[in-house]
């Protein structure tokens, strides 16, 4: 039954010949009321029980043949596919995605029927049918209101869908939503909220709690554009100098495109607007625009037509000046009859770009735009390529309806300036729903000049999808470094326009997050994030997130020839990824091959003729590791992959029927991409063993566990899982330059050139909250660190170290590289980039050097493998920018100067040998670390020979190990990550006296 306030909204706001779209048409009594009342509106109708849908089809035959009627079997929601629809037949106007059992209860119903049925949402329905505008989408689907919306987002966050009505109730309930999320959701978007009653619709301005009763009621929300008939308000038009204060504009100039006799030349100086320049085509008009305005300082006019075209053109001057245009009259003769053309003149034409040229006139010192030419707006802009780089906001008439022949409508001009960066921020129509005027805002950036640099394709993973969430959310264009995913995903993302402010949040939990918790900066900014939260958080977003990483061509041809390879050796495909050569420390642990067979036996023999699908960085090491199984690579499936890094085994991850992944970015964001597996598992330090997961509802790295292959066993000192309790005090006004090596101590800072975030210190400040919290006062601390490199501010550094010996606390002193005097502290931490053996005093110890990955930006981020050679390379000493030349060798003579600590970090980064001189320096966590495991010695002179002997020794396996040994020694415990994970090892040797 259609009661009367949906009666009176029907005659009120569903237009004459307009699209009505409505889900959950059932029998369809609401939409019958509509085609009586609106004989040529045209209603797509929505019902998904086959029983009704009959009905529909019967009872709208004749309308469906006319076009007037186009019925679907199918039901609309949040996400397209197929869902399982509770079917009550003892009640099918009852029936929904979300059952009712107190109302099955309460009316002694049969227990539901699960019926599956197709879902469409109405962003895609929209597309599909080409359908530009919907005028009244009616939602009356027993609960599921909420995701009905949420699948029409893009359309109403558009302004495509004039009128939304919406029932309420119990069903809410049932459904596990709330009024309260409808009406944010809608309120959020710009409509306004109304409730449906006999007497009209009644405006409700904010929510309350009072409304919240699950009692039956419809509601209405329109869009913004109709705030000023809806409301009552005074009529006008957009009020400039508020959207200017709404979106952060700060005129400089004003171009004003159809200024007519230029009346707002006092609205322009209200908002301090120095320079504007009147364009007005009419002749006549024009004479009186200079009379009015052309001696006012600051002020140019112009006598044109402004085009997509230099040149000539006939104005259609009107019987009101004001309705003149280059276009003739259409559907404005129909409402204004009293309005009609009177006369033709012929005037010049120009771009706006060719105009600004002409009269001298520099774009950048114009800002705003003003365009009112009667449905030519979009021929103007077209010749305004140029200017509008320069140009925050735009105010121009729109036509929702063609009011001149051949004009632009308003989704034209959407499509348009969403090309170059803009978004329609405001509308209004108070004076006819057919035209009115819209304001366009630049978008606001939010860039990321390090994606590509922080990690491989599984930290890109990430990086990107949160990129894109939170830009789609905020009405954000995306803008960022060349990656890999250009090239791999067809992605097109513009680079960074221009140096925006670093935005640091490097957190992995949401509700620490500074931008998800609103205590950071939106837009225009250059963030520095991995958005590795809990996959809740991205769940509402896995169809964006897939979208954006579906190979392009030509790598998907090639990775579509070996996944059908695949697949034929086969009936089952499972996956697993084993992560070898770069884990082992921290909670990033190779998982034993044991664990994988364990899982695969388990269920291996129930599968129809199952195939293993193998990735790793080792692969032929995890092969054999798993060879009762007779693993498959990407290199066995007969496709030239080569150049594709990463990708192969990402991809083909993401096609398997089961997975095991490691504790690792990489596989599990291919997990997330996964369609097609009915099971997932992860490996679980604390289980020793595969755990299940879900890749929608997990954290992407489990964190509750950390190990140290390299250390001795048993070796754990107190302190070394629970995180340190840092004293750092602000280091604002003090000499010398504030040291990234600090940033754990003081969370986030600002940061020195160079970007530390997109080289070593990638992973550096995350570690404030991995290892270290910061403490209050001196007295709650564990340690208590020096804010400045020695020997800066030296009457702190004597200070501090006497409140730490005073209440007992370790003081930490880091020194400068090149300045590192004599460090008067007794009982102090003191590190050092470079500590000679004769030198050494106690309570001294090396710091590392921090280094570049090597690996950081190569299309394959996986250690290159030196094969094994009867005569192995030995390389001088790496230089400045030697480090690519690293992989073209197999040991590293070190040099025996100030160099040393950065050619052993370059060394080892590189999975390559180093080759100590002699024993003068000091080596990070030496007696802690088995360094002859991972180096010779020998003088130059003798290098070659040690490095010779040494290495006829070494089967090609073991060769390969003590590669990947060496750069694990790198990143597990000199690259930032590492050393501050295990910082605890030199507290407890200072505390010891160790030396």
Request: proline share 8%; aromatic share 10%.
């Amino acid at each position: 039954m259609v009661d009367a306030g949906e009666i009176l909204a029907i005659e009120r706001f569903v237009p004459p010949a307009g699209v009505v779209l409505d889900a959950g048409a059932h029998e369809g009594a609401w939409a019958a009321e509509v085609l009586s009342r609106r004989p040529r509106v045209t209603a797509h109708l929505f019902e998904p029980l086959p029983g009704p849908y009959r009905g529909l089809l019967r009872r709208f035959a004749r309308e469906a043949g006319e076009g007037r009627v186009v019925p679907h079997n199918m039901a609309l929601a949040e996400a397209e596919g197929c869902r399982p629809f509770w079917h009550y037949q003892d009640a099918e106007s009852w029936s929904t995605f979300h059952r009712r059992p107190e109302v099955e209860r309460e009316n002694h119903l049969r227990p539901p029927r699960a019926v599956n049925v197709p879902v469409t949402t109405v962003d895609a329905y929209r597309a599909r049918q080409g359908l530009a505008r919907v005028d009244f989408l009616k939602i009356d689907v027993e609960g599921g209101e909420r995701d009905v919306l949420r699948g029409a987002r893009e359309s109403l966050a558009r302004g495509c869908v004039d009128h939304v009505q919406f029932e309420y109730g119990g069903t809410y309930r049932d459904a596990g939503t709330t009024l309260r999320e409808v009406f944010d959701f809608l309120a959020a978007l710009g409509y306004l909220i109304f409730r449906l009653t006999p007497d009209g619709p009644r405006h409700l301005p904010a929510f309350t709690a009072e409304m919240e009763d699950y009692g039956y009621a419809n509601f209405l929300a329109a869009n913004e554009r109709f705030r000023v008939p809806l409301l009552g308000l005074p009529w006008g038009m957009l009020d400039l100098s508020e959207q200017c204060r709404r979106h952060g504009v700060t005129p400089r100039g004003v171009v004003h495109v159809g200024a007519h006799e230029g009346g707002e030349m006092e609205k322009y100086r209200a908002l301090g607007v120095s320079r504007v320049l009147f364009i007005e085509a009419n002749p006549a008009v024009h004479e009186r625009l200079v009379a009015n305005v052309g001696k006012e300082p600051g002020v140019v006019t112009a006598n044109v037509a402004i085009s997509g075209a230099d040149g000539e053109a006939l104005l259609r001057v009107t019987s009101m000046d004001q309705s003149s245009s280059l276009l003739p009259l259409k559907g404005h003769a129909a409402i204004y009859p009293d309005i009609v053309e009177t006369s033709q003149v012929r005037v010049k034409t120009r771009r706006l770009d060719t105009l600004l040229a002409e009269l001298g006139l520099r774009a950048e010192d114009y800002n705003l735009l003003n365009i009112d030419i009667q449905g030519a707006e979009l021929m103007a802009l077209r010749g305004a390529e140029r200017f509008l780089r320069h140009v925050d906001g735009i105010n121009t008439e729109v036509n929702f309806e063609e009011l001149y022949e051949g004009c632009a409508l308003i989704e034209d001009l959407d499509a348009f300036l969403e090309e170059r960066g803009f978004h329609r921020a405001a509308t209004t129509t108070p004076y006819h729903p057919t035209w009115g005027d819209a304001w366009y805002a630049r978008r606001r950036a939010i860039a990321m000049s390090t994606l590509g640099a922080n990690g491989g394709l599984g930290n890109s993973f990430f990086q990107y999808a949160f990129l894109h969430v939170w830009a789609k959310e905020r009405g954000l264009r995306v803008e960022t470094s060349p990656w890999n995913g250009q090239r791999w995903f067809g992605r097109a993302d513009p680079p960074p326009a221009r140096a925006y402010p670093e935005l640091v949040d490097l957190s992995h939990r949401a509700d620490d997050s500074a931008l998800l918790t609103g205590a950071a900066p939106a837009g225009d900014t250059d963030l520095v994030a991995y958005g590795q939260y809990h996959t809740r958080f991205h769940a509402p977003h896995r169809e964006t997130i897939r979208a954006l990483f579906t190979p392009a061509s030509p790598a998907r041809e090639r990775l579509s020839f070996a996944l059908a390879n695949l697949r034929a050796r086969g009936g089952t495909v499972v996956g697993v990824h084993m992560r070898r050569r770069d884990y082992d420390y921290s909670y990033f642990f190779a998982a034993p091959g044991e664990w994988y067979r364990r899982w695969l036996d388990g269920f291996w023999a129930t599968l129809d003729r199952p195939v293993l699908f193998l990735a790793s960085d080792l692969p032929d090491l995890a092969a054999a590791e798993l060879a009762p199984y007779r693993p498959v690579t990407s290199r066995d499936l007969g496709a030239d992959l080569a150049d594709l890094g990463e990708l192969p085994d990402f991809f083909l991850l993401a096609q398997c029927d089961a997975l095991a992944i490691s504790n690792s970015s990489f596989s599990f964001a291919a997990a997330m991409l996964n369609e097609r597996a009915r099971w997932f598992a992860r490996p679980s330090l604390p289980a020793k063993s595969l755990v299940p997961f879900d890749p929608w509802n997990s954290e992407p790295l489990l964190r509750n566990a950390e190990v140290e292959t390299i250390a001795p066993d048993g070796d754990d000192p107190a302190g070394s899982r629970r995180r340190l309790a840092i004293y750092a005090p602000d280091d604002a006004g003090l000499k010398g330059e504030r040291a990234p090596i600090l940033f754990p101590f003081r969370g986030v800072g600002p940061h020195p050139a160079g970007r530390m975030h997109a080289g070593p210190f990638g992973l550096h400040t995350w570690l404030s909250g991995s290892y270290y919290r910061l403490a209050p006062s001196l007295e709650q601390a564990d340690l208590v660190v020096h804010p400045v490199c020695w020997p800066a501010a030296p009457a702190l550094a004597a200070d501090l170290a006497r409140r730490a010996a005073k209440h007992g606390k370790m003081f930490v002193l880091f020194c400068d590289e090149q300045h590192g005097g004599d460090a008067p502290f007794p009982g102090a931490l003191v590190l050092r980039p470079l500590l000679r053996r004769a030198a050494r005093r106690p309570g001294e110890f090396a710091l590392p050097a921090w280094v570049e990955d090597p690996l950081a930006g190569r299309a394959d981020t996986r250690l290159p493998m030196r094969p094994w050679s009867a005569r192995p390379v030995v390389a001088p000493p790496p230089g400045e920018g030697d480090a690519a030349a690293l992989f073209e060798a197999d040991y590293v003579r070190l040099p025996a100067d100030a160099r040393f600590p950065r050619a052993l970090a370059m060394t080892l980064a590189a999975g390559r040998v180093p080759i100590l001189a002699n024993d003068e320096f000091i080596l990070p966590f030496e007696g802690v670390l088995d360094w002859p495991r991972y180096s010779l010695r020998a003088d130059a002179r003798h290098a070659a020979a040690r490095a010779a002997a040494f290495h006829a020794n070494l089967t090609p396996e073991r060769w390969e190990a003590l590669q990947t040994g060496c750069r694990r020694v790198w990143e597990g415990w000199l690259a930032p990550f590492g050393f501050f994970g295990k910082l605890y090892r030199y507290v407890a040797a200072a505390r010891a006296a160790v030396i």
